[in-house]
């Protein structure tokens, strides 16, 4: 289970859960699941990227929890959720599988919910896309930072030009087990410089560091090796709720062509955002920016949880 070495102080510090919740998915895995906000409020489902946990969406979860029902999760092996036992629980069924478990947890049989997926997280919603248990959910989808296939040969991470020996340097540190060490000055110039846009704040810098500094070394390589042979393309098409896009114009992990090719292959694109100067992490980042799109799917696509009790009066 990952260390847990978030800020602890701070806009970045991740607030106290209203309920915490367990989810079981297809193959016995476990998943730690929070639940901010009012009962009864519209819903939202934040699904994180590689080597993060729910300590990354703290600046959404503090200033959407006023008004809106928000549900995060640890995917497996990160934040409190346990590693997967063996390589076979490393796949992207396996994110897939996560998800329609936190959803069938979190939310009422039909209760729809806006999905925001960040990096990895986006990939989780799309490689979701077409499956009836996740749909049943989706009222409308927010993919930031994020891509479908060839994101070691697309990566910007590695100064090179690009080519073969880029995408194969590139392709090496997704594979890699290699520990991160302590979080340092040098472990954040080097997070700032990959993850992020060169305007970043120390105390967003720090507040991702931390997190990902805290991910398993074996975890990180497990979903670094699924990420590298990653091809969910064609899944994009299937994805026929509401969607938009957001992309920083610095970001280096998954370049604004990565989004450029999501959002001109949705069916229903209703808005896509390029970020200036930012970089990959776009809820840290930018998180104004990303919580305003949240709201705003949610006020045209969402509406409040209707309970069983309503739903037979109106009967």
Same mark, same amino acid.
């Given at each position: 289970?990952?260390?847990?070495?978030?800020?602890?102080?701070?806009?970045?510090?991740?607030?106290?859960?209203?309920?915490?919740?367990?989810?079981?998915?297809?193959?016995?895995?476990r998943?730690?699941?929070?639940?901010?906000?009012?009962?009864?409020?519209?819903?939202?489902?934040?699904?994180?990227?590689?080597?993060?946990?729910?300590?990354?969406?703290?600046?959404?979860?503090?200033?959407?929890?006023?008004d809106?029902?928000?549900?995060?999760?640890?995917?497996?092996?990160?934040?409190?959720s346990p590693?997967?036992?063996?390589?076979?629980?490393?796949?992207?069924?396996?994110?897939?599988?996560?998800?329609?478990?936190?959803?069938? $947890?979190?939310?009422?049989?039909?209760?729809?919910a806006?999905?925001v997926?960040h990096?990895?997280?986006?990939?989780?919603?799309?490689?979701?896309a077409?499956?009836?248990?996740?749909?049943?959910?989706?009222?409308?989808?927010?993919?930031?930072?994020?891509?479908?296939?060839?994101?070691?040969?697309?990566?910007?991470?590695?100064?090179?030009?690009?080519?073969?020996?880029?995408?194969?340097? $590139?392709?090496?540190?997704l594979?890699?087990?290699?520990?991160?060490?302590?979080?340092?000055?040098?472990a954040?110039?080097?997070?700032?410089?990959?993850?992020?846009?060169?305007?970043?704040?120390?105390?967003? $810098?720090?507040?991702?560091t931390?997190i990902?500094?805290?991910?398993?070394?074996?975890?990180?390589?497990?979903?670094?090796?699924?990420?590298?042979?990653?091809?969910?393309?064609a899944?994009?098409?299937?994805?026929?709720?509401?969607?938009?896009?957001?992309?920083?114009?610095?970001?280096?992990?998954?370049p604004?062509?990565?989004?450029?090719?999501?959002?001109a292959?949705?069916?229903d694109?209703?808005?896509?955002?390029?970020?200036?100067?930012?970089?990959h992490?776009?809820?840290?980042?930018?998180?104004?920016?990303?919580?305003?799109?949240?709201?705003?799917l949610?006020?045209?696509?969402?509406?409040?949880?209707?309970?069983h009790?309503?739903?037979?009066?109106?009967?």
């Amino acid at each position: 289970m990952s260390r847990l070495m978030h800020v602890t102080s701070g806009p970045y510090a991740p607030p106290v859960a209203a309920r915490e919740l367990a989810a079981v998915s297809t193959d016995g895995s476990r998943l730690h699941v929070e639940v901010h906000g009012p009962d009864g409020a519209p819903a939202v489902v934040l699904v994180h990227g590689w080597t993060c946990s729910t300590a990354f969406w703290a600046a959404q979860i503090r200033e959407l929890a006023r008004d809106h029902r928000v549900i995060a999760y640890d995917q497996r092996g990160h934040g409190r959720s346990p590693a997967p036992a063996g390589p076979t629980g490393y796949s992207v069924g396996a994110l897939v599988d996560d998800l329609e478990a936190v959803l069938a $947890t979190a939310l009422e049989p039909g209760e729809q919910a806006v999905l925001v997926g960040h990096s990895m997280g986006g990939m989780t919603l799309m490689a979701a896309a077409g499956r009836p248990k996740v749909a049943e959910h989706a009222a409308a989808v927010l993919l930031c930072s994020t891509g479908t296939v060839r994101l070691a040969a697309l990566s910007k991470v590695i100064p090179l030009r690009a080519g073969r020996l880029r995408t194969r340097l $590139t392709r090496g540190l997704l594979h890699s087990a290699a520990p991160l060490g302590p979080v340092t000055p040098l472990a954040r110039r080097i997070m700032r410089y990959a993850t992020m846009g060169p305007g970043s704040s120390a105390v967003k $810098t720090d507040a991702c560091t931390r997190i990902v500094h805290a991910c398993p070394r074996r975890v990180r390589q497990g979903w670094g090796r699924v990420l590298a042979a990653l091809d969910i393309e064609a899944n994009v098409a299937k994805l026929t709720v509401p969607t938009a896009v957001i992309v920083g114009t610095a970001d280096r992990m998954t370049p604004p062509e990565a989004a450029e090719a999501i959002a001109a292959a949705l069916p229903d694109c209703v808005d896509f955002a390029r970020l200036p100067g930012i970089g990959h992490m776009t809820p840290v980042e930018a998180p104004d920016l990303v919580t305003a799109q949240i709201r705003r799917l949610v006020a045209a696509h969402a509406l409040a949880r209707t309970t069983h009790a309503e739903v037979k009066e109106g009967a």
